[in-house]
């Protein structure tokens, strides 16, 4: 799976999480881009991109990414 691949699925879960269809993220998207992306969104959003790529996320792997691109080449690396 390429990374625009990975990201665009992503994205539609971040259209999803957030109930906004019009929502796009990229690579350099952050939390504080996204309105409603706090720390308990957070938990939530992990969760289900875990399960939509089948895959889980270490704690420190959670806690390091910085941005969604960083999401992203995690899981690529997994994939």
Request: hydrophobic share 45%; no cysteine; net charge negative.
């Amino acid at each position: 799976m390429s990374r625009e691949e990975i990201l665009e699925k992503l994205n539609e879960i971040f259209q999803d999480m957030f109930d906004d269809e019009d929502l796009e993220i990229t690579e350099e998207t952050v939390a504080d881009d996204v309105e409603g992306w706090d720390s308990l969104m957070h938990i939530s959003l992990i969760e289900e991109v875990e399960d939509a790529f089948d895959i889980r996320f270490t704690m420190v792997e959670v806690n390091g990414m910085q941005n969604v691109g960083e999401m992203v080449s995690i899981i690529a690396e997994r994939m």
